[in-house]
C-alpha cells in the first residue's frame, strides 16, 4: 500500500527553468539599477516589461488551468516567480493580478468567474482585488480591512441594482487593473473603476492608489466572501517568497559589497565582527527559505495552507527587513544614496512586512490554532 507523496522543499528542473528565465528578462528590461536611476522622475510601472513577462513567458497564466487557456502550474511555480520579482523589486502586478485574484476568481467557480479568467491567463488584461493592501485574512470583515480605522470608516462599497458605488484606499496593483474583484454587501463583485487615484506610498514599485465606483456596473462573481478570503491566504504564503527574494539579493550584494571595500589596508568582509553579523543573517534567510517554500508546497497540496502561511509570514517579512537594513548598514555611505537601488529594496521590504497581515497578526493566528492564550 502506497503512502502521500514525501513532500520536497527542492525546486524542481521545470522551476529554475522558469526561474532562469524570469532573471534573464528582468536583467535585462528593468535591472534594480536602472529603476534606481528613474525612482521619482516617473510611475516605474512598465507595461512592457509586465507584457513580456505575461505573455512571452506565460507567468500571467500559471495558476489557471489548461482548458480555462493557462499552464496549469501550482503554487509552487508562482513562488519561484515571486522569488526573482522579489530579488529584482519589479514594478509588475504579478502577486495582485496572477495570484491574488486568479486565486479568488477560481475559489469562486462560477460562470463569471471563468470568462474572466482566459483573458487574464492570456495577458490581455489585468486584474486587481479592491480591498486594501493591508488587509488581513484573519479579519472578520475583510471588505472593511484598511490601513487604519479612520480609512475603515470611508471605505465601504455598496451593491444596489447591478452597480457598486464607494471607495477603497490603498488597494496595490490599482493602475495596472483592467477589472476590480470588488467585495460589497457581502459578496464579489467584478466591475471596472470610476477613478483611480495614485496615493503616495513608501515602496514606490508597488504603488497604491484609491479606487473608487460610481454606479459603476459590476457582475456578481461570487455570492459570499469565501474566494477573497482564500486569496489573501494565498497571497500572505506566497508573499513570503518575494520577501525571500528580496533578503537574498541583500545579502549576496552585501558580500559583494564587504569582499571588494578595503580598510586598513584589508578586506572589510575579513572582520570577525563582519562575518558573524553575515553569519547571522545568513542562517535567518535559509530559515525563511524553508518557510516561503512550505507555505508554497501547502498552498500546491492543499497541507493545512492556512498554518504554513501563518509561519511564512510570522518570519520572512522581518527577515526581509532585517536583511535591508544590514544590507544598508555595511554599505556605509554609499548605501544611503539614492543613486544605489538600496533603498528601493528597504521600502519593499517594509511595505511587505506590515502587507496582508503583519507578523504580529500572523502569530496571534497561530497561538489561536495551537490553543494557546492570545499575547497580553
Known amino acids: 500500500m502506497e503512502g502521500p507523496a514525501a513532500m520536497t522543499l527542492l525546486y524542481s528542473d521545470v522551476e529554475e527553468e522558469l526561474r532562469a528565465a ?4 528582468l536583467a535585462d ?3 534594480p539599477s536602472a529603476m534606481a536611476a528613474r525612482a521619482g522622475e516617473e510611475p516605474l510601472y512598465d507595461a512592457g516589461v509586465w507584457k513580456a513577462l505575461a505573455c512571452d513567458i506565460g507567468v500571467a497564466g500559471l495558476l489557471v488551468p489548461e482548458e480555462l487557456g493557462g499552464a496549469g ?3 509552487r511555480e508562482a513562488a519561484v516567480v515571486l522569488e526573482e520579482l522579489g530579488r529584482g523589486v519589479a514594478p509588475v502586478p504579478f502577486l495582485t493580478s496572477s495570484v491574488m485574484a486568479t486565486k479568488a476568481l477560481l475559489a469562486a467557480g462560477t460562470d463569471a468567474a471563468t470568462e474572466l479568467l482566459g483573458p487574464l491567463a492570456e495577458g490581455r488584461t489585468t486584474a486587481a482585488l479592491a480591498v486594501s493592501f493591508a488587509a488581513s485574512p484573519y479579519a472578520a470583515a475583510p471588505d472593511t480591512v484598511t490601513a487604519s480605522p479612520r480609512a475603515a470608516a470611508r471605505d465601504t462599497v455598496t451593491a444596489e441594482d447591478g ?3 464607494g471607495r477603497v484606499t490603498a488597494v496595490a496593483g490599482a493602475e495596472a487593473a483592467d477589472v476590480f474583484l470588488v467585495p460589497a454587501s ?3 463583485y467584478a466591475a471596472e473603476a470610476t477613478g483611480v487615484q495614485p496615493s503616495v506610498s513608501l515602496d514606490v514599485t508597488r504603488p497604491v492608489a484609491v479606487v473608487t465606483f460610481d454606479a459603476a456596473a459590476a457582475t456578481l462573481v461570487a455570492p459570499d466572501l469565501g474566494p477573497l478570503r482564500a486569496a489573501l491566504e494565498l497571497g500572505a504564503g506566497l508573499l513570503a517568497s518575494e520577501q525571500l527574494g528580496v533578503a537574498e539579493w541583500c545579502l549576496a550584494t ?3 559589497y564587504v569582499t571588494e571595500r578595503r ?6 568582509g575579513s572582520f570577525q565582527a563582519i562575518k558573524h553579523r553575515l553569519a547571522d543573517l545568513w542562517l535567518a534567510i535559509v530559515q525563511a527559505r524553508a518557510a516561503a517554500r512550505n507555505a508554497a508546497d501547502a498552498a500546491a497540496t492543499g497541507a493545512d495552507t492556512a498554518t504554513a502561511a501563518a509561519v511564512a509570514q510570522a518570519w520572512c517579512g522581518t527577515v526581509a527587513v532585517r536583511a535591508a537594513e544590514e544590507c544598508l548598514q555595511l554599505h556605509g555611505g554609499i548605501g544611503m544614496t539614492w543613486e544605489h537601488p538600496l533603498h528601493l529594496f528597504l521600502k519593499r521590504a517594509k511595505a511587505g512586512e506590515i502587507a496582508l497581515g503583519t507578523p504580529g497578526d500572523h502569530r496571534d493566528a497561530l497561538t489561536g490554532a495551537a490553543g494557546l492564550p492570545a499575547p497580553a
Do not use: M
Request: hydrophobic share 45%; glycine share 8%.
Open 186 to 188: 457581502g459578496a464579489l
Open 254 to 256: 552585501t558580500v559583494g
Open 29 to 31: 528590461r528593468c535591472p
Open 22 to 25: 524570469v532573471r534573464a528578462l
Open 73 to 75: 502550474a501550482s503554487p
Open 263 to 268: 580598510q586598513f589596508a584589508r578586506p572589510v
Open 163 to 165: 452597480t457598486l458605488t
